[in-house]
């Protein structure tokens, strides 16, 4: 994909958590946190709405609109 879509990182140091923190919480790979973060993979919508709602924000909160192609 290539593109920085997501805040995730932003909004975890913003939140004061760690990647640990997150996949514990979701029972996945530390390295899995890590990839979204660095936008080498891209979590399910479904998990990003748990992530929203662990972290507390809304899933446009963590997401970057601004890199998606014009339509």
Same mark, same amino acid.
């Given at each position: 994909?290539?593109?920085?879509?997501?805040?995730?990182?932003?909004? %975890?140091? #913003?939140?004061?958590?760690?990647?640990?923190?997150?996949? /514990?919480?979701?029972?996945? !790979?530390?390295?899995?946190?890590?990839?979204?973060?660095?936008? #080498?993979?891209?979590?399910?919508? /479904?998990?990003?709405?748990?992530?929203?709602?662990?972290? /507390?924000?809304?899933?446009? #909160?963590? %997401?970057?609109? #601004? /890199?998606?192609? !014009?339509?």
């Amino acid at each position: 994909m290539g593109r920085n879509i997501n805040r995730i990182k932003v909004v %975890l140091v #913003d939140k004061r958590k760690t990647n640990k923190w997150l996949s /514990e919480q979701l029972n996945v !790979a530390p390295s899995t946190v890590s990839k979204w973060c660095t936008n #080498d993979s891209q979590p399910s919508l /479904e998990t990003l709405m748990q992530i929203s709602r662990l972290l /507390e924000v809304k899933v446009d #909160d963590l %997401l970057r609109f #601004d /890199e998606l192609p !014009a339509t």
